[in-house]
């Protein structure tokens, strides 16, 4: 699904009980292009290992009891103040990378922006989105609770170890392979979370390959996937 008009978005869902699965969804527009947004509050949806990439804010996500899981989330804007995605209400984000390429302008200012939020992250990697990993973005309200995340961010919340190389993660970090390296400090290093969700990574893959789950949308199975992120590399 690919748009690239400003001010479009690819998914647009005012429906409840929807599940969008498999998608990979480009937002290619300017300024004022998300790559999904809920119009309504109150609405119940899964996004399972899907791709989205924008050029401005990922995603803005309300409602609440909402399941996010086993996705990558690239944002490309390049110019401006920003974050990744937007939390609203509750949310349920299980083992998915937000990620930021190198090489891009602007000021990224977090992984996260919330308010009204709270819900649960687990597994969650966030790299490339500046030293603070989330920000207060109006409305007030409790951040989410994060367990085993992990980002090159300096600022951190209780859950999420900070200050990790992003370089040392991924093949590479200009969002031509996401592909997650034998080096990565992601690798084991997630919690368990087959009571909340199928015990697969984003290609189907069992958890865990290792000793333990790993943080992210993929579960590192050594050189058998040799690209991920580029927008025809899922």
């Not at 949806?45 to 803005?60: F, G, H, K, S, V």
């Not at 090489?103 to 939020?117: E, I, Q």
């Not at 984003?202 to 991920?228: N, Y």
Request: neutral net charge; glycine residues 14%.
């Amino acid at each position: 699904i690919k748009s690239t008009n400003n001010y479009s978005y690819p998914i647009a869902c005012d429906c409840d009980y929807v599940t969008i699965s498999r998608v990979q969804c480009y937002a290619a527009g300017g300024n004022g292009t998300t790559g999904f947004l809920t119009f309504s509050d109150n609405l119940h949806y899964t996004i399972d290992q899907c791709l989205i990439q924008a050029n401005r804010l990922i995603a803005e996500w309300r409602g609440d009891n909402h399941l996010v899981k086993n996705s990558l989330l690239v944002g490309l804007q390049a110019s401006g103040s920003f974050f990744g995605i937007m939390l609203r209400r509750s949310q349920n984000l299980l083992n998915n990378l937000v990620v930021r390429p190198t090489g891009l302008g602007g000021t990224p200012t977090g992984v996260f922006g919330y308010a009204y939020s709270g819900g649960v992250a687990k597994n969650i990697g966030g790299w490339g989105w500046g030293s603070t990993f989330i920000v207060l973005s109006g409305g007030g309200g409790s951040q989410p609770t994060f367990t085993t995340s992990m980002s090159d961010a300096t600022s951190v919340p209780s859950g999420v170890t900070g200050s990790k190389t992003f370089a040392n993660q991924f093949a590479a970090t200009n969002n031509t392979n996401w592909h997650v390296v034998t080096g990565s400090d992601m690798k084991d290093a997630g919690t368990d979370l087959s009571a909340s969700m199928s015990a697969v990574d984003m290609f189907a893959t069992i958890r865990p390959q290792g000793a333990a789950w790993d943080i992210g949308c993929e579960e590192f199975i050594g050189s058998a996937v040799t690209s991920l992120g580029g927008l025809h590399h899922i």
